[in-house]
């Protein structure tokens, strides 16, 4: 009975185990209004129409001020991200809630790097 109740309390203490089961968050974090100084090759982007689109969801303008919270993303399923720009494809890429250790994971993006996904605790996610 010890064995098994070791092994419950280990299997409830993984983050990847969790985030098998329920619901996932997606904080996009602001980029600048202001038009790319800098930009890879098919990177060039308009700041004031850049979008980004999650699965069949409205798209939704990037934030310039404050994050926005995506919330409701079933943590089970793979999710496309689409991002758009004076109605071109910037960029795209598919993502699931299981490559990560949480189900609350931050976005952002720039023309020169590209688009960044990192969890929400993470120092490289700048979300509040």
Excluded at 23 to 52: C, D, H, I, K, M
Excluded at 76 to 85: D, G, P, Y
Aim: glycine content about 6%.
């Amino acid at each position: 009975m010890k064995i098994l109740s070791t092994l419950l309390a280990v299997f409830l203490a993984c983050p990847a185990v969790m985030a098998q089961s329920g619901r996932g968050t997606l904080y996009v974090r602001p980029n600048s209004s202001e038009p790319p100084t800098r930009v890879s090759p098919g990177q060039f982007y308009n700041p004031a129409t850049l979008t980004l689109k999650i699965d069949k969801r409205p798209p939704i303008p990037w934030p310039h001020k404050e994050s926005v919270k995506i919330d409701d993303l079933d943590v089970n399923e793979r999710h496309l991200v689409v991002l758009t720009s004076d109605g071109k494809n910037v960029q795209s890429f598919w993502f699931r809630f299981s490559d990560y250790k949480t189900t609350d994971l931050c976005i952002g993006f720039d023309g020169y790097q590209g688009v960044q996904l990192h969890e929400k605790n993470s120092p490289l996610c700048k979300c509040h």
